[in-house]
């Protein structure tokens, strides 16, 4: 495990963030230090914490605590009811989280979830989501969205547009920077000293030929046999409906694909609580679980904290691997 603890931001505090992070405390003890950024105010009643004033000070906090870091939010916390003069802390805490792992007193950054729409209205939050606006304070660098689990890594080449935008929006450029982008964060964040990369077709059975589309002809195949040619391993591209079973999946260590949902859908078929959402291409570790807000759930006790401990754990097996 990492020396300095993982940092784990607050994200929306009516959403399920805060009872989460109590329980993946409850879950994992000591074996993962972290501590979470907000304001305790927002956490459920009764829950035993130990206010901290600096992260060094989490590792030493008894297990049955909650080691929090206290940031000051306007207003209390309504569950599934976002308050708009709460965003600017929201925006705040995550700004907090990076300049701390920036300055080495956290070994990597888990964020909860957050409600962009509120961001927006409250404070004006210019960016898409979590991925772009860390990007942002990182300096602006290329990264890239892998959502991880045991069982499957896949990597969507486009991300949050509409279906019929994808074409449009999937160049040679980006499938190399996403490739490229993958193979390095596998070696740096996952000891993996040769990634097999294997990559979907954009078409269905990958343009069968060009029967059924040419991106895969045109755009796909040329970019792979030239990467190929490098020294990355590349498998493609290939059909998706045949990438996701067992015996496949035992071939390469993460799918590249080219569109939100052909890569999701797997993912979240086999493991909807345990997938974790990392940002490879950071200067530093970021893990996310792999869900929203739950604003229909918030506050009621039900909502499962498994992708949480799964990204905290995670986040600190990163950081180990960055020495």
């Known amino acids: ?10 994200g929306e505090p009516s959403g399920v963030g805060p009872e989460l992070a109590v329980a993946a405390r409850a879950a994992l003890g000591a074996a993962v230090p972290f501590f979470w950024i907000g304001d305790p105010r927002h956490l459920p009643q009764a829950t035993p914490i130990a206010e901290i ?27 599934g009811q976002p308050a ?50 860390l990007a942002h304070l990182a300096g602006g660098c290329e990264v890239v969205m892998m959502l991880a689990s045991p069982q499957l890594r896949v990597v969507p080449v486009t991300i949050h547009i509409p279906l019929a ?8 450029d980006l499938l190399e920077a996403a490739i490229r982008i993958t193979d390095a964060g596998l070696r740096r964040d996952f000891g993996l000293a040769r990634p097999r990369l294997a990559v979907a077709g954009l078409n269905p059975h990958a343009g069968e030929g060009g029967a059924m589309g040419q ?3 045109t755009l796909i195949a040329p970019v792979l046999a030239r990467m190929r040619a490098e020294g990355f391993d590349l498998a493609g591209p290939a059909s998706a409906d045949t990438m996701f079973h067992a015996r496949a999946r035992a071939g390469y260590d993460v799918a590249i694909c080219m569109y939100h949902d052909q890569a999701l859908i797997p993912i979240k078929t086999l493991d909807f609580d345990g997938g974790v959402n ?20 918030a506050g009621k006790g039900i909502a499962k904290p498994d992708s949480l401990i799964a990204a905290l754990r995670m ?3 990163m950081a180990a691997a960055r020495g």
Do not use: W, Y
């Open 165 to 172: 935008e994808v074409p449009k929006a999937l160049t040679a």
């Open 84 to 133: 708009p003069e709460n965003a600017a802390a929201v925006i705040a805490v995550i700004e907090r989280a990076v300049a701390l792992v920036q300055a080495g007193a956290a070994s990597a950054i888990c964020t909860a979830p957050i409600h962009k729409k509120a961001l927006k209205d409250g404070a004006g939050f210019a960016f898409p989501g979590h991925t772009e606006f």
């Open 315 to 317: 986040a600190a097996d």
């Open 215 to 217: 991106e895969e002809i």
């Open 1 to 10: 495990m990492p020396h300095a603890p993982v940092a784990l931001t607050c």
């Open 278 to 297: 990392v940002t490879l291409g950071l200067p530093f570790v970021r893990t996310s679980p792999d869900h929203g807000t739950a604003f229909d759930i």
């Open 53 to 79: 004033s600096d992260p060094s000070q989490a590792v030493a906090v008894p297990a049955h605590l909650l080691p929090v870091l206290r940031h000051d939010f306007a207003a209390p916390a309504l569950h």
